[in-house]
């Protein structure tokens, strides 16, 4: 079973390819305030959906960042 962090970076990968590990990991220590990645915890989630949706428009096109940021959101499904 994955981790939380796993899934993140996974479903962060399939929309930014080989940049999502090094962006994901600088998102979410600002959600956790400076823990390691891998302690994401789901509470944290919407959190994270809010910072991708402020910085991922630089990063590809809105519909593009609109899908990513509902993929994100569906993990908290899990």
């Known amino acids: 079973m994955q981790t939380l962090y796993e899934e993140v970076l996974e479903t962060a990968r399939e929309f930014m390819g ?3 590990e090094d962006y994901i990991r600088r998102r979410i220590r600002i959600v956790m305030r400076g823990a ?3 302690s994401m915890v789901p509470e944290k989630l919407e959190r994270l959906v809010a910072g991708i949706e402020m910085t ?3 990063y590809m096109s809105a519909g593009r960042a609109e899908r990513f940021c509902a993929a994100i959101r569906k993990l908290a499904d899990r």
């Open 18 to 20: 080989p940049a999502a």
């Open 36 to 38: 390691e990645p891998e």
């Open 56 to 58: 991922a428009k630089g």
